[in-house]
């Protein structure tokens, strides 16, 4: 059985610093993982995902996550937030070699203030 | 590439009426598409998993008889809330696994359902 855990439920940044959103994961097998971001209203957005390729994982909208199994993470980060990145981010996992079902953190609100 | 659509995109109907949601794969043929709940605040939870042709797998405690779900093409799957009661309103999104890539689920834009 694979889990994720989104450490904070809410982050809080100022326009033009970085962002650091954090998720650990556990997986019995190697695993997928995707961050996705959902607007208010809005269906999900990938906005990048890992699937045992390179380790440093670049997205959109200048958004990036590290793969590292010694820690088991899988952090998101922008060097640069923009007022637009204002959502909520969810983390997930899917484990290979199972269904193709994903497993969702609890998300974390990203708050950008002027 | 990659769009899913789902309508409507939000629907208030009576309690004890049925409601029908449609969720279209619309430059990729799916053959798996999946439902999710998602109630104010919190995460998504997977309702229940359809491929083309065959019945769908429902997430232990999802009613089958209650949330019906039919996928008859590549490209269409219906999620039928059926005697809907003021509990299930939510806002419901699907999502699809096209056949070539067999990684990444995209996603609809979700339906906001109220029951009164």
């Known amino acids: 059985a694979q889990s994720v855990t989104q450490l904070d439920s809410h982050v809080s940044v100022s326009e033009g610093t970085p962002v650091l959103l954090r998720c650990n994961y556990s997986?019995?097998?190697?695993?997928?993982l995707f961050w996705y971001v959902q607007h208010p209203n809005k269906g999900l957005q990938l906005l990048l995902k890992?699937?045992?390729?390179?380790?440093l994982v670049k997205g959109i909208n200048g958004f990036e996550a590290e793969f590292k199994k010694s820690e088991t993470s899988f952090h998101l980060t922008k060097p640069s937030a923009h007022m637009s990145d204002a959502a909520e981010y969810f983390c997930?996992?899917?484990?290979?070699?199972?269904?193709?079902?994903?497993?969702f953190g609890s998300g974390t609100q990203l708050t950008v203030l002027p | 590439g990659a769009v899913v659509s789902q309508h409507p995109s939000w629907v208030i109907c009576k309690s004890g009426t049925s409601v029908k949601i449609e969720c279209r794969s619309l430059?990729?043929?799916?053959?798996?598409m999946f439902w999710y709940r998602q109630f104010p605040k919190q995460s998504l939870m997977l309702m229940a998993t359809?491929?083309?042709?065959?019945?769908?797998?429902?997430e232990q405690g999802v009613e089958k008889d209650k949330f019906l779900i039919n996928h008859a093409s590549l490209t269409l799957s219906t999620l039928t809330v059926t005697s809907a009661h003021p509990e299930d309103s939510s806002f419901y999104i699907c999502?699809?696994?096209?056949?070539?890539?067999?990684?990444?689920?995209?996603f609809g834009p979700g339906t906001r359902l109220l029951v009164l």
């Open positions: 997930v996992v899917r484990a290979s070699g199972s269904a193709r079902q994903l497993t």
């Open positions: 999502s699809a696994m096209g056949q070539g890539n067999q990684e990444t689920q995209y």
């Open positions: 359809s491929n083309e042709g065959s019945k769908a797998t429902y």
């Open positions: 890992y699937t045992s390729a390179a380790t």
């Open positions: 997986s019995s097998y190697s695993p997928s």
């Open positions: 430059d990729f043929q799916a053959t798996t």
